[in-house]
């Protein structure tokens, strides 16, 4: 049985739905090309692989390489960051602590959207309240995302 996510939950995948809908090849003859976003309960994955957490929660904006250009990003008034070239723009240093802040709390002045969901507590309320848990998950994604760094 599925649990019952809070309102937080619900509001961090609400691209995932989009996800599945634009891999169709025939579109619909009425509906604009802009996609629209439905919120879903965040499926759960294994907090110890950073891959399946992307996949399930960050690549419908953010895109499968991290380019910024998932099938939810037309539907964002601000475009998910490229998370390829975060090393990059950090001159040549993946920054981890930016990054598990960002995840964990999105709100860094520099950023100020909504766009960005907010994970900390999608991913407590999945861990059941487990801190540890939470962290681990960050971690995970924070090491995953490293992998798609630019060279
Ligand atoms: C609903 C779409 C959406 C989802 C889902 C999403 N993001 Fe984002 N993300 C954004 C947007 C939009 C921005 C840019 C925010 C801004 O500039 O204010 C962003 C920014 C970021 C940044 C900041 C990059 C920088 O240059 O500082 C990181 C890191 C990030 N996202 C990681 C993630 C991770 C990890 C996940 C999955 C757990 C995720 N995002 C899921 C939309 C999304």
Known sequence: MK???PIAATVAVLSLFVAA??????APADTASTPKIHQVPAPQTPAS???ANYKA???A???AAGKGDGPA????????????RLSANAG?????MHIQEMIR???SPAHGSKDMPIWGPVFRNMSGGSQSQVELRVANLTKYIETLQAK
Not at 21 to 26: D, I, L, N, R, V
Not at 73 to 84: E, F, G, M, R
């Open 57 to 59: 929660y960050c690549a």
């Open 61 to 63: 904006c953010h895109g």
């Open 3 to 5: 649990r019952i996510l």
């Open 92 to 96: 040549g240093k993946y920054p981890t």
């Open 49 to 51: 692989s950073g891959e």
């Open 73 to 84: 990003a037309p539907a964002l008034k601000i475009p998910p960051a490229d998370l390829s």
């Open 105 to 107: 709390n999105a709100d």
């Open 21 to 26: 809908q634009t891999t169709k090849t025939t």
